[in-house]
């Protein structure tokens, strides 16, 4: 059986958009620098497999469509509620 690369996409939302757009995303070796990147900026990782194969088949600077909304909502309040707990603020 053929191992599956790991894939990782990074979101991106500000008020001016409808909906979180992608601005990175890979397999491989890109995945792991852009997961390499994100701890260096203490950016928060969650690992979904399903959101992430779904979410590595938009465009870069796609937002992303209504039938993930749920799905990346709930990782977005999960992070959220982390931050919280841990006293820190990111807006």
């Given at each position: ?8 996409v990074a979101l991106k939302y500000n ?33 979904d497999e399903d959101v992430a194969d ?38």
């Amino acid at each position: 059986m053929k191992e599956k690369r790991k894939s990782a996409v990074a979101l991106k939302y500000n008020k001016d958009n409808s909906a979180p757009i992608v601005v990175a995303k890979g397999r491989g070796h890109i995945a792991e620098k852009i997961i390499e990147i994100a701890k260096e900026n203490k950016v928060e990782i969650y690992e979904d497999e399903d959101v992430a194969d779904n979410l590595m088949k938009l465009e870069m600077g796609m937002e992303i469509p209504q039938e993930l909304y749920e799905a990346v909502a709930e990782i977005i309040a999960y992070i959220y509620n982390l931050n919280m707990y841990r006293g820190e603020s990111h807006e």
